[in-house]
């Protein structure tokens, strides 16, 4: 018998169900579960049992005996199974494995509830009101609904529960007690399903989904709040109308609205309410008292509903979608604006214009056009802005006040949000990625914003020129191109920007910072958007395209220039003779023709130029620098259009036509010379004998008739 423990043989096995046992004595107990016989009885509670094993284990509980002990942590058990299941927590062992989802749990209870999930089997059932549960003890507690038992009691304030899991939660309110600890962040919570939901921040998980649309939540309760859009479902109904409401703010802001009767007022500000638990919030804006605490970042609030909605933009759960273009909202009235943009409903008009808004506040800003006014006025500078939000960001000009110094890096910063961002960008720690493309982001607003980029949904509208956007800050961006109002200020030279980062770049001429370099060159940028662009050089990377020739680009401006050679568009006039430009710089560089303006100087030997390019090309006389190398023979230049004209030496191109006789040439100052003989022009005059040429070089040769001593530079340039 002693020798099948070892072998694991079971010899018995029971001929009704089958089981197998490795002794006959545990066989003979399992038959009497087929009979249902108990012979053995409990002398102090009476309760009854099939085997003497049983009745032995069960006397335990009345004698407090734990025969059975830890050798880690000491912990002492009254049976050995429930000393091996606990051995488990030490050694993570999981030996039981779900065949559906492969989730593995270290107690076979555990997998057996599990199954239930699958299955949704629920075997027991309260004989009140019939609901049922796939756990008995579930059953047990749900039962002191009925007859409002709460058997255990708080030792600090007396408080009753009905459930010893909700005492022990919360004596922790009283010892500020947090067990449990995030092993990503570090960071504690009082009760495990808080540290489950704040995992999910981490993971991204969304265990519930709802089985019409297959939406995904991080949250039970917000999944049944998205399921009465499919079902219609209004189970809060008011008590004195007919009316039936989806949620249950929804039926509390109604009731507000049936009764004119306000017998509360607050002793302080003399305001009324019709309710007193409106009362007892209203007095929180007096003491500032916030009961509700945000178990993920401790942010507090005065409502509960306040913070239910806060805890969204941890989880970036949005229960309200709209069933027009399925875009999803956190909150039921942001849903209900986003609706407008479909039915283009604009209940809000100007008595001044007429003009129609779909939002109060849009109205609100719009009459300021009309007034001119401008409410929100800088304390330090006397700036005054139309909009508040405005008139922030104009402070930060002014402030310098860095209070929190991240003594790794130097580096100081106002807010700790602006540190915890700044960390990311050290440490390269991205914590949130995309569910579709799998970008990664180290701050989750990012990738909210990134989101968008799939959808292509531009919900919010300018209500002047009716632009679309996706993003709430670059509509705020944009209505400053109406206004005309620059917020951000540079303190060095006080030049105004509409935007915050035109303002930071702006600083770095200041500077002459170059925070951004090119892994391959080392070449240094103040902007990251010319590092990028400048890394398509070593890549030859051309990501936009034209779609009448096909040629690449490497910057979406390029090509917008590119597009004018095949529409022969010119928007740009010059004011003096009236030529016309595709470019702008092209404008810029032809207006010097007339000014004679040469800004750009050699330090060397002081020749000024126009142009910064033929600048940089002249600095190469002095450096004797030849970047451009043509790849057949090797011969070296400082003009890249030298390198292009060369190459057609070994290739034999001849792109110039001319137009007469067709004869065709490899550079164009060749084709301009060439045209000269059918139109017999002679630019070039002797000073002498007034004899004239059509190339510089005979007019050279026919001087030295005159003189032997005067000799010109060959030049094909005119």
């Keep these: 018998m002693h020798y099948q423990t070892h072998t694991n043989e079971r010899a018995y096995s029971c001929n009704i169900c089958h089981k197998k046992f490795s002794q006959r004595q545990h066989l003979n107990e399992h038959y009497l579960t087929h009979t249902n016989a108990k012979s053995y009885s409990c002398h102090i509670c009476h309760k009854k049992f099939p085997c003497i094993s049983n009745l032995i284990v069960h006397g335990r509980i009345h004698t407090n005996e734990k025969p059975y002990s830890c050798d880690l942590c000491h912990k002492e058990f009254s049976k050995k199974h429930h000393l091996d299941e606990h051995y488990r927590i030490h050694t993570n062992e999981k030996p039981y494995s779900c065949n559906v989802c492969h989730k593995e749990f270290s107690r076979k209870s555990g997998l057996n509830l599990h199954y239930r999930t699958h299955t949704n089997d629920k075997p027991h059932y309260c004989d009140v009101c019939h609901k049922k549960f796939s756990r008995k003890g579930e059953l047990t507690v749900h039962y002191r609904v009925h007859t409002n038992e709460k058997p255990y009691s708080c030792d600090f304030c007396h408080k009753d529960f009905s459930y010893k899991s909700i005492l022990n939660q919360h004596h922790r309110t009283h010892t500020n007690e947090k067990p449990f600890s995030c092993d990503v962040c570090h960071r504690d919570f009082s009760r495990k399903c808080h540290l489950k939901q704040h995992y999910r921040t981490h993971t991204n998980e969304k265990p519930y989904s709802c089985n019409k649309c297959h939406k995904k ?20 109904s008011c008590d004195v109308g007919q009316e039936e409401f989806s949620d249950k703010g929804e039926l509390t802001v109604h009731n507000q609205t049936q009764t004119n009767e306000k017998v509360y007022f607050c002793d302080i500000c003399n305001k009324k309410f019709s309710r007193k638990r409106e009362l007892v919030v209203h007095y929180r804006a007096h003491t500032n008292e916030k009961p509700y605490t945000c178990h993920i970042c401790h942010k507090e609030f005065i409502r509960k509903s306040v913070l239910n909605q806060h805890y969204r933009t941890h989880t970036n759960e949005k229960p309200f979608s709209c069933d027009v273009c399925h875009r999803d909202f956190s909150r039921k009235c942001h849903l209900k604006q986003h609706y407008r943009t479909h039915t283009n409903e604009k209940p809000f008009s100007c008595d001044m214009c007429q003009k129609k808004f779909a939002h109060k506040s849009n109205l609100n800003v719009h009459y300021r056009i009309h007034t ?43 807010k700790e949000s602006h540190l915890v961002q700044h960390f990311h960008r050290h440490t390269k720690e991205k914590l949130h990625s995309c569910n579709i493309c799998s970008k990664n982001f180290s701050q989750k607003h990012h990738l909210n914003e990134h989101h968008q980029t799939h959808t292509n949904v531009k919900p919010y509208s300018c209500h002047i020129c009716h632009k679309k956007f996706s993003r709430t800050s670059h509509l705020n961006v944009h209505y400053r191109f109406h206004t005309n109002e620059k917020p951000y200020s540079c303190d060095v ?44 050089i070593h890549t030859n990377d051309k990501p936009h395209s034209c779609d009448v020739c096909h040629k690449g680009f490497t910057r979406k401006g390029d090509l917008n220039q590119h597009y004018r050679t095949h529409t022969n568009e010119k928007p740009y006039s010059c004011d003096v003779c009236h030529k016309r430009f595709s470019q702008k710089t092209h404008l810029n560089m032809h207006c010097r023709t007339h000014t004679n303006e040469k800004p750009y100087s050699c330090d060397i030997c002081r020749k000024e130029f126009s142009r910064k390019n033929d600048l940089t090309i002249h600095y190469r006389i002095h450096t004797n620098e030849k970047p451009y190398s043509c790849d057949v023979c090797n011969k070296e230049f400082s003009r890249k259009k030298d ?3 060369h190459y057609r030496i070994h290739t034999n191109e001849k792109p110039y036509s001319c137009d007469v006789c067709h004869k065709k040439f ?30 510089r070089g005979s007019l050279n040769q026919h001087y030295r008739i005159h003189t032997n001593t005067i000799s010109y530079p060959l030049d094909f340039g005119n």
């Design 666 to 695: 490899s550079q164009k100052v060749h084709l301009i010379v060439h045209t000269r003989i059918h139109t017999n022009d002679k630019p070039y005059s002797c000073d002498v004998c007034s004899k004239a040429f059509n190339q």
């Design 493 to 536: 030279c006080h030049k105004e920007f509409f935007q915050k980062s035109h303002l930071n770049v702006h600083y770095r001429a200041h500077t002459n910072e170059k925070p951004f370099s090119c892994d391959v060159c080392r070449k240094e940028f103040s902007r990251k958007y010319d590092v990028t662009v400048h890394y398509r």
């Design 217 to 236: 939540f991080a949250h039970k309760s917000n999944l049944n709040v998205h399921y009465r859009t499919h079902t219609n479902e209004k189970p809060h």
């Design 643 to 645: 390198l292009t004209v």
């Design 372 to 414: 001119n006014e401008k409410p929100y006025s800088c304390e330090i500078c006397n700036k005054d802005f139309s909009h508040r939000h405005n008139l922030k960001m104009h402070y930060q000009s002014h402030s310098k006040e860095k209070q929190l110094v991240y003594n790794i890096y130097g580096e100081e910063f106002s």
